[in-house]
């Protein structure tokens, strides 16, 4: 494990950014496996300067991001398709057409599943995961007491995640019941995982997942046993 300390968020998102341009510059078509929340998106702002800046080519990299609420269409302000586009995919030269999150509205939630880990199938896998975490320890939405065995799956989502989420719409009324989300399976599939965490709030289940038992009553805490994880924190 790579446990990399920053100083604030700017740093922070500096560090993952290398993380991840690193990555495409190695590898110009890589599978790049994104995450929404608000800790990425200084790591997203920073590849988009390096590319405006002509460093870092995203014209081969396909993207497979981790979840999608379920029953939100992507025109939706708070879908995560809508969060991607607007946050990284619109400002950089990636094809639209290579960029997959889970289809919310999918008549069939459970055929959209199966799709979704075909289609990560089919890519030969993820090259590298970005991942954030939230409070009780959820990665993806792989809430506590979830399965290690599960690829993507529909998700009941908890209270406490509802609530965290709610600052993004207008009541928590308004906050999908369900979601859909690859699996810790999926996840753990993944050739490197690169985990963001941010701010004094997070130190806890930090120390938690990466050095408290592995348990499935902390989704996060089986990143232990990934081979090539690197965490960049800052509990600033
Ligand atoms: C949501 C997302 C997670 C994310 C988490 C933490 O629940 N589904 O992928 O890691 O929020 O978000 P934040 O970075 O805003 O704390």
């Known amino acids: 494990m790579n446990l990399i300390k920053a100083n604030g968020y700017k740093d922070l998102s500096r560090k993952a950014a290398n993380v991840i341009s690193a990555q495409v510059i190695l590898k110009p078509n890589s599978i790049l496996g994104l995450a929404t929340g608000s800790t ?25 991001n981790l979840d999608e609420y379920y029953g939100l269409s992507p025109e939706n ?18 094809k639209p057409e290579n960029t997959n999150v889970p289809n919310g509205l ?16 089919d890519l030969g ?3 590298l995961q970005l991942l954030g975490i939230g409070h009780n320890g959820h990665i993806g939405f792989n809430e ?10 529909v998700v009941e989502l908890d209270d406490t995640t509802r609530k965290a989420n709610a600052r993004f719409f207008e009541s928590l009324d308004e906050v999908p019941k369900k979601a859909i989300t690859m699996g810790i399976k999926s996840i753990m599939q993944s050739k490197k995982i690169l985990l963001v965490a941010n ?25 232990q046993f990934h081979p090539d994880l690197t965490v960049v924190y800052s509990f600033e």
């Open 40 to 64: 990425p998106v200084g790591t997203y702002e920073q590849l988009i300067e390096w590319y405006q800046k002509g460093d870092i080519d995203f014209s081969r990299v396909t993207s497979v």
């Open 77 to 94: 302000s708070q879908s995560y398709r809508f969060f991607m586009n607007q946050h990284f995919f619109e400002h950089i030269n990636i």
């Open 106 to 121: 999918a008549g069939n939630p459970e055929e959209e599943c199966e799709r979704y880990e075909k289609v990560i199938a």
């Open 125 to 127: 896998g993820i090259d």
């Open 144 to 153: 506590p007491n979830i399965s290690f065995e599960k690829t993507t799956h």
């Open 199 to 223: 701010g004094p709030d997070k130190q806890d289940i930090i120390q938690k997942a990466i050095f408290g038992p592995v348990t499935p009553e902390i989704p996060a805490s089986i990143l």
